[in-house]
Structure formats: structure tokens, C-alpha cells
């Protein structure tokens, strides 16, 4: 049984920086292409950053220059690194897998970014 498991969120001030990890189970990871997205209420959700099996990465614009994604296939797990936090990135936060036709989802985990 594949699990995605998200840790790291919590309330950060507006500039600050929070690391999000998501630890996967259950699943050959280091063939898996790992993204994370987030969404906010009202909205649909959104892709912010993502990277290959081949450690080939992809940002958002909004993120680009801010955010970091990283992978540690050994500990299976992936990384975002979210530095000069602005109000607008405040989300639940999603790790997402995939490779082929597969695709599993964790159940996210909250960033506030507020004074």
C-alpha cells in the first residue's frame, strides 16, 4: 500500500522559511517522478514545483528563485525547501507521485505564512 506521508508545515512570518518533507512507503521511489502542490479554498490546485527520477526539477513561477526541491531516494523521501515566504503561499501543501500511469497522493500538510 502506497502512503505519501507530508511533515513540516506550521505558521511562519511573512520573509521566514519552512522545509516541507514528504515520506513515501510502499513504492519503488527513486522511479517516481515526486511533485508537490498546494491549493488554497476556492481554488483549484496548483503545481509548484516537481522532480524526476533523473533529478531533473521544474518550478512554478510564482516560486521560481524561492522554493527548492530535492530528493533523498535513500531515505525515500523529497524535500521543499520554501525561503522568502509571502502571504500568498499560505496553502495545504501536497506531495504527489508518479511514473506511468500510476499517481498517489498524501494528504497534505498546512503552511501559514502571517505576521
Known amino acids: 500500500q502506497v502512503q505519501l506521508v507530508e511533515s513540516g508545515g506550521g505558521l511562519v512570518q511573512p520573509g521566514g522559511s519552512l522545509r516541507l518533507s514528504c515520506a513515501a512507503s510502499g513504492m519503488s521511489f527513486s522511479t517516481y517522478t515526486m511533485d508537490w502542490y498546494r491549493q488554497t479554498p476556492g481554488k483549484q490546485r496548483e503545481l509548484v514545483a516537481g522532480?524526476?527520477?533523473?533529478?531533473?526539477?521544474d518550478y512554478a513561477d510564482f516560486v521560481k528563485g524561492r522554493f527548492t526541491i530535492s530528493r533523498d531516494n535513500a531515505k525515500n523521501t523529497v524535500y521543499l525547501q520554501m525561503d522568502f515566504l509571502k502571504p500568498e503561499d499560505t496553502a495545504v501543501y501536497y506531495c504527489h507521485s508518479r511514473s506511468g500511469w500510476l499517481d498517489y497522493w498524501g494528504k497534505g500538510t498546512l503552511v501559514t505564512v502571517s505576521s
Open positions: 522532480i524526476t527520477s533523473g533529478r531533473i526539477t
